[in-house]
């Protein structure tokens, strides 16, 4: 009878602990794949980034070299950050909408773009007269669990964030603003426009 009280015993002790193990292993593994899945989308989104940085390195470069008027030039530049960012000339739709969204800008074709002057941007200071290039401001998601309400203003809270790539390298000026200077300098200096 003793035996068969101890054996009851140890059987309800043991029957109180079962699944403790299986509980621990479901809560630190949620807690492992929800830091693995955050990392692996802090890397998409810091890919992107140095992929769009390199992108409105480009799109400068054809701002600042290509041609014969403003307007062409900021139209190449445009052309240039479409087809690295966006999925094509004509479509304004992102590459990759799941990492990256394009936010604000002052182009209605590339969302997230503007090209021209930047902050500070002084045609007329010397010291500023610098400053134009090429910008694009994308949203992205930093968590992989919804925080949040969808549709709210990008935060922290709602586990997005909004980064800015800037490639400011200048611009040469347009065939026609060099005529219309050498015009003016009636023929003063020749610089070989």
Known sequence: MRRKREKIRLFRKGASETGQ???EFALSILLVFGMLFFFIQLSFVLSWGNFVQYATFMSARAYLSAGSTRGDQESRAMEVLSRMVKQGV????DRFP?????EGGDD?????ASVGGGPGFD???YDLSWMQGVRYTFRSHLF???IGKPGKVPAA????????????LGR???YQDCLSVMKQLKGQIDNGC
Request: aromatic fraction near 6%.
């Open 157 to 168: 809270s709602t586990g997005q964030a909004v980064f800015t790539s800037e490639s400011w």
């Open 144 to 146: 992989v669990l919804p």
């Open 98 to 102: 799941m990492v990256a969204v394009g």
């Open 123 to 125: 045609p007329g200071n």
């Open 90 to 93: 004509i479509s304004n739709a």
């Open 172 to 174: 040469d000026p347009a």
């Open 108 to 112: 209605a074709n590339v969302k997230g």
């Open 21 to 23: 193990s299986l509980v």
